[in-house]
């Protein structure tokens, strides 16, 4: 179903047109190739090729190693069951070592396994005995390369709590869910940038130290090279006349001559290159000194920000259609063994709800309507609600959100046109009423609520200076992104997407903490 939406997609075409047996063979060829040429170019050195769990689809023709981690071993009378994982898929690969068929020094090797160390097995693959997997591989040479202490290895079979695996997050990339996560924001990743390159959008990295506050709320990571363990020698600001010195620190003596932050946007920066280049995306890390410890909520991630020019915000809105569509239909046809583990043990409808959401148009709602839709529906019953009172001017929570997409409208929907004093000063203002909104939308989806964010920017100086003022905000420090709307201006607009929040609603994971690598928050 997805494919058909593809295909209307100009440029798209040709990423989605083979048919997925096709697209196995392909890959199936390229595995053979890259062993064929390993072998090949190798083989005056007897070099065995090495196969990764995901590709071992069939018997080979002759040995191959698969290097890895153990996960269980079950030792027999005659017979050792070894279970390798090296990361490339879920299951990994089963190893069997028959103490006829390998050398002694194999079975002192064999002795020292434990789950956790890493070892390096060869022989043949062969059709398995079992019915859990297609292949085995019926050892001949066996290698402990790390051994792990099964006293003191704090990843023993058993299944883990989320919360302790972040205690040791060095380690949780061996279990089954984090390894999970990681291979399908991996997909995720390069599906985001297949679609904006294939859509002629110009990858720009935007920089991570900026003196500008993208969103003007002041809640930003301060970045100094000034000795701050030693306050008493802290430059400080002289008083106007000179002859004294004020509480304040001067930052013309720090690294940059004054005030740095980590930025929390690329977005400022990327409408200077859409202003030159038309579409542009950006795909980077983002930092927010938000005291929150909710499970939406981390103090670095990433965004994915396009920038598009001589666009309005129905551009806009359709373009994160058309991208979240394509991304998420990408993750369905490439990480259905992942996709399979997540609805087992943490989403029953999660294939159903990816699905919806890929083969489902996204429903549109003026901000205005969507709150008289939930002050009607708060009205039949306020106790249900953590947030009842609501009214034009709310900033929409989480609950407020969820009904709008859950209940409502039963998609993922746009709600657009926000309240001007709850959105951010580039904002353009709408003309119809008196400037009252803004051409702003957020997309709100079904078990997460806000996954996109975006707005037409405000092209008209006069207007922009205002709002500047309004905002508090000093012209000065923005004095590049005011001439952009001085020299060429043109309408545009672009949207921000949360990637970490993008990879929890793929996996159905409930806490953002768990969608990257090192959580940080506070």
């Given amino acids: 179903m997805w494919r058909a939406f593809i295909s209307s997609s100009p440029g798209l075409v040709s990423a989605f047109s083979l048919s997925r047996s096709q697209m196995q063979n392909q890959r199936a060829g390229r595995v053979v190739r890259l062993m064929s040429a390993t072998v090949s170019s190798a083989t005056d050195k007897n070099i065995i090729p090495r196969v990764?769990?995901?590709?071992?689809?069939?018997?080979?023709?002759?040995?191959?190693?698969?290097?890895?981690?153990?996960?269980?071993?079950?030792?027999?009378?005659?017979?050792?069951?070894?279970?390798?994982?090296?990361?490339?898929?879920?299951?990994?690969i089963q190893c069997v070592a028959s103490f006829d068929a390998i050398d002694e020094e194999s079975k002192k090797e064999l002795e020292k396994i434990s789950t956790g160390c890493s070892v390096v097995v060869e022989g043949p693959l062969v059709e398995?005995?079992?019915?859990?997997?297609?292949?085995?591989?019926a050892a001949t040479k066996l290698k402990v390369v790390g051994s792990c202490p099964g006293d003191t290895y704090p990843l023993a079979k058993k299944r883990h709590s989320l919360e302790y695996l972040r205690t040791i997050?060095?380690?949780?990339?061996?279990?089954?869910?984090?390894?999970?996560?990681?291979?399908?924001?991996?997909?995720?990743?390069?599906?985001?940038?297949?679609?904006?390159?294939?859509?002629?959008?110009?990858?720009?990295?935007?920089?991570?130290?900026?003196?500008?506050?993208?969103?003007?709320?002041?809640?930003?990571?301060?970045?100094?090279?000034?000795?701050l363990d030693n306050v008493s020698k802290l430059p400080l600001e002289k008083s106007e006349d000179g002859k004294s010195t004020t509480d304040k620190v001067d930052y013309k003596e720090d690294f940059f001559g004054k005030p740095a932050y980590l930025t929390v946007s690329g977005q400022l920066g990327?409408?200077?290159?859409?202003?030159?280049?038309?579409?542009?995306?950006?795909?980077?890390?983002?930092?927010r000194a938000e005291n929150s410890q909710t499970t939406r909520h981390l103090a670095e991630f990433h965004m994915v920000e396009p920038e598009m020019a001589f666009a309005d915000l129905d551009e806009a809105m359709a373009n994160a259609e058309n991208m979240l569509k394509y991304v998420v239909g990408h993750v369905l046809e490439n990480c259905k063994d992942d996709l399979t583990f997540f609805s087992k043990f943490y989403d029953k409808q999660l294939f159903a709800r990816l699905e919806k959401l890929v083969e489902k148009p996204f429903a549109r709602v003026a901000y205005r309507d969507a709150i008289g839709f939930l002050q009607e529906e708060?009205?039949?019953?306020?106790?249900?609600?953590?947030?009842?009172?609501?009214?034009?001017?709310?900033?929409?929570?989480?609950?407020?959100?969820?009904?709008?997409a859950?209940?409502?409208?039963?998609?993922?929907?746009?709600?657009?046109?926000?309240?001007?004093?709850?959105?951010?000063?580039?904002?353009?203002?709408?003309?119809?009423?008196?400037?009252?909104?803004?051409?702003?939308?957020?997309?709100?989806?079904?078990?997460?609520?806000?996954?996109?964010?975006?707005?037409?920017?405000?092209?008209?100086?006069?207007?922009?200076?205002?709002?500047?003022?309004?905002?508090?905000?000093?012209?000065?420090?923005?004095?590049?992104?005011?001439?952009l709307r001085r020299f060429g201006s043109v309408p545009h607009s672009g949207y921000g997407l949360g990637f970490e929040r993008l990879v929890t609603y793929i996996c159905g994971i409930e806490n953002i903490r768990e969608a990257i690598a090192y959580p940080r928050f506070p």
């Fill in 406 to 483: 859950e209940t409502k409208f039963e998609s993922a929907v746009f709600v657009y046109n926000y309240p001007k004093k709850i959105k951010a000063f580039y904002m353009r203002d709408n003309d119809e009423d008196g400037g009252e909104t803004v051409n702003a939308m957020d997309l709100l989806v079904p078990g997460v609520g806000e996954l996109v964010g975006g707005s037409q920017r405000e092209e008209r100086l006069d207007v922009l200076l205002d709002k500047m003022k309004e905002s508090d905000l000093n012209p000065d420090d923005y004095w590049w992104y005011l001439d």
């Fill in 378 to 404: 708060i009205a039949k019953d306020p106790s249900k609600w953590q947030f009842p009172e609501v009214e034009f001017g709310t900033d929409l929570a989480t609950e407020h959100e969820r009904w709008l």
């Fill in 52 to 92: 990764k769990a995901a590709d071992a689809s069939g018997p080979s023709d002759g040995p191959v190693t698969v290097k890895g981690w153990v996960r269980t071993v079950r030792k027999q009378k005659t017979l050792a069951f070894v279970e390798v994982n090296d990361g490339s898929n879920l299951a990994g």
């Fill in 169 to 227: 997050a060095h380690l949780r990339p061996r279990t089954n869910t984090i390894a999970a996560v990681a291979r399908v924001r991996s997909h995720l990743a390069g599906a985001i940038h297949a679609f904006f390159q294939k859509s002629g959008f110009v990858y720009v990295q935007t920089p991570l130290i900026t003196a500008s506050d993208c969103e003007g709320a002041g809640e930003l990571f301060r970045v100094t090279t000034l000795d």
């Fill in 128 to 137: 398995s005995q079992g019915g859990k997997q297609a292949v085995e591989v």
């Fill in 270 to 287: 990327g409408e200077t290159y859409a202003s030159a280049l038309g579409d542009i995306y950006t795909f980077g890390p983002t930092f």
